[in-house]
Each structure stands twice: as structure tokens, then as C-alpha cells.
Nanobody, 123 residues
């Protein structure tokens, strides 16, 4: 059971990135999947969450209108589409799931974490 995050990189302000979180060893859609980030010197921040099954993805107010969370059941992969990136979005981004608990929120019971992927937004 693991999550493999990828897709980070160095971009300029206003550009886009799409992060991927590939799940293996379990079916992702049966559990909540959250996106988090940690910027240097700051606390970890929740960015987005997708509950199980048909639960509607949500994102935090700080990225609303720019980031979109989604999940592809065919590939067992979650995505975080990040548009109009800003320097303050610079952070290591992580995905985490509530497996083996079939939750609809990402507030607690995040048992499995991906390794993190660095996103740097700079001109």
C-alpha cells in the first residue's frame, strides 16, 4: 500500500502544474485523499480533499479558483491541477489517504502518505 506523488517543478508566476498521486495496493476511490503542502518555516496546510465515491472535491480558500482536485478511478490516481501559480504557492506538496478507513473528510485518519513533490514558483 503506497502513494507515489509526482509532477512538481520550477515554474514562473502565472503558470500551471498538475500534480499526480498514484495509489497502489488499494482502490483509491474507497477512501478520502487529501492534498497538503508545507512551505519553509510554515505549518502544514491542507490544500484539497476528495472523499470516497462520488464525494465532491474541495479546495481550501487560499487556492480556491486556481486549484482543482480530482480523481481518476480508471488509473487509481488523484490529481491536483494548479493554475495561476504564485510565489506563495512554493512548498513541498504531499498526498495522503485515509486508507484503511473509508472516510469522506481529510481532517483525520490520514494513514498513508506520499513522499512529497517540490513546487517552486519564481520569476
Amino acid at each position: 500500500v503506497q502513494l507515489q506523488a509526482s509532477g512538481g517543478g520550477l515554474v514562473r508566476p502565472g503558470e500551471s502544474l498538475r500534480l499526480s498521486c498514484k495509489a497502489s495496493g488499494f482502490t483509491l476511490e474507497y477512501y478520502a485523499l487529501g492534498w497538503f503542502r508545507r512551505a519553509p518555516g510554515k505549518e502544514r496546510e491542507g490544500v484539497g480533499c476528495i472523499g470516497r465515491a462520488d464525494n465532491i472535491p474541495t479546495v481550501s480558500d487560499s487556492v480556491k479558483g486556481r486549484f482543482t482536485a480530482s480523481r481518476d478511478s480508471n488509473t487509481n490516481t488523484a490529481y491536483l491541477q494548479m493554475n495561476s501559480l504564485k510565489p506563495e504557492d512554493t512548498a513541498v506538496y504531499y498526498c495522503a489517504t485515509t486508507y484503511p478507513y473509508p472516510m469522506n473528510s481529510c481532517v483525520k485518519d490520514l494513514q498513508v502518505w506520499g513522499q512529497g513533490t517540490q513546487v517552486t514558483v519564481s520569476s
